[in-house]
């Protein structure tokens, strides 16, 4: 597994570099983001880890050009650990976010969670397509495709939530079980994460994204999946 750390903060390279190697990742470190880029399209890592704060272009702006290239997981640290901080890099396109200072074991849990969830995204389980009314998704690709649309990528975390909703069409699922389904631990407690990548699903999906049809919020309960025509009879 192949992680590339971008971080113009030479201790925490070193360290980060040192926990990830210490568990036989290979690490390649670059403190320019700009030039981040360029190494994220030529090597297409498994993971990317990067930090916030950095100059000419903050961690936030590198998220949304890196998803204009790339679905790989980011992970994204920061000394800012508000909840806004978190939903501000979860909408940009990170996979997860962890506030400095951190403890190592966490950031090594961090990682293999992602990874997991990263491969597991690619072979889900019984299926590689998945349809409900003129929805499919395809997760070897990671595009989802809407009838009479061109296909959308997906990234992983985007992926997983996507067919946990479809796969339990018509059922409505809690915040909790969709953050145990996609992300297998919560947030340090902020239940922010799921509400942030439905938001994201649902701009790929709707047409009208403040008018949901497909994934639509059941208040006081969590979201349910339905196809096109139930959604109208919902509404």
């Known amino acids: 597994m192949r992680i590339v750390v971008v971080d113009d903060d030479p201790p925490t390279v070193k360290m980060v570099s040192f926990l990830l190697r210490e568990e036989n990742y290979t690490v390649s470190s670059i403190s320019q983001?700009?030039?981040?880029?360029?190494?994220?399209?030529?090597?297409?890592?498994?993971?990317?880890?990067?930090?916030v704060m950095m100059p000419r272009l903050d961690g936030l702006e590198l998220t949304q050009r890196i998803r204009q290239i790339s679905s790989v997981p980011i992970l994204i640290l920061s000394a800012k650990g508000q909840v806004a901080d978190k939903?501000?890099?979860l909408s940009v396109g990170a996979d997860d976010y962890m506030a400095k200072p951190f403890?190592?074991?966490?950031?090594?849990?961090?990682?293999?969670?992602?990874?997991?969830?990263?491969?597991?995204?690619?072979?889900?389980?019984?299926?590689?397509k998945l349809n409900v009314g003129d929805v499919e998704i395809n997760t070897v690709e990671g595009k989802v495709r809407i009838k009479g649309q061109p296909p959308k990528s997906l990234t992983p975390t985007e992926m997983r939530l996507l067919y946990c909703l479809m796969r339990n069409a018509g059922r409505i699922l809690t915040r909790d079980v969709l953050r145990q389904?996609?992300?297998?631990?919560?947030?340090e407690g902020d239940s922010n994460g799921v509400d942030v990548y439905v938001k994201r699903l649902r701009t790929k999906l709707e047409s009208d994204p403040s008018t949901p049809k497909l994934i639509i919020t059941v208040r006081g309960y969590g979201y349910k999946f339905v196809?096109?025509?139930?959604?109208?009879?919902?509404?």
């Open 33 to 51: 983001p700009v030039a981040a880029l360029e190494l994220i399209e030529n090597e297409q890592p498994d993971l990317v880890i990067l930090d």
């Open 87 to 89: 939903v501000s890099a």
């Open 103 to 128: 403890e190592p074991a966490e950031l090594l849990a961090r990682v293999k969670a992602i990874i997991r969830r990263s491969s597991l995204a690619a072979s889900l389980e019984v299926k590689t």
């Open 181 to 187: 389904a996609v992300w297998e631990y919560d947030y």
């Open 227 to 235: 196809q096109p025509a139930a959604a109208l009879q919902h509404e």
